[in-house]
């Protein structure tokens, strides 16, 4: 399976940003998603899962009520729609995903077998 993230980049604080990571050689539409991050110096963290159903939504505490995680499984891709960004969301964002029918929203990594090669988020106060 290969994840690709893109979207990110340089923002103002306040400001807006939409991820997305497209899957391929996976059945996508069975298969829940999440987005992971990694500020500088400190460990890989949750930000947002969503069930394969999209049913399901789950977020860390830091960006419920700014982050927005969906997916389309026409397209096999997942988005993080990122808003009123702040200094602290600074980060490289990686999206992963489980194996098809193993369950749904996580916020372990460990139930995650297959991640992208991350995208950088900047956010300039």
């Known amino acids: 399976v290969q994840l690709v993230e893109s979207g990110g980049g340089l923002v103002q604080a306040g400001g807006s940003l939409r991820l997305s990571c497209s899957a391929s050689g996976r059945a996508f539409s069975l298969s829940s998603m999440a987005w992971f991050r990694q500020a500088p110096g400190k460990e890989r963290e949750f930000v947002a899962a969503?069930?394969?159903?999209?049913?399901?939504?789950d977020y860390a505490d830091s960006v419920k009520g700014r982050f927005t995680i969906s997916r389309d499984n026409a397209k096999n891709t997942v988005y993080l729609q990122m808003n009123n960004l702040n200094s602290e969301d600074t980060a490289v964002y990686y999206c992963?995903?489980?194996?098809?029918?193993?369950?749904?929203?996580?916020?372990?990594?460990?139930?995650?077998?297959?991640w992208g090669q991350g995208t950088q988020v900047t956010v300039s106060s």
């Open positions: 969503i069930s394969w159903s999209a049913s399901t939504g």
């Open positions: 992963a995903i489980r194996p098809p029918g193993y369950g749904g929203a996580s916020r372990r990594p460990q139930t995650y077998d297959s």
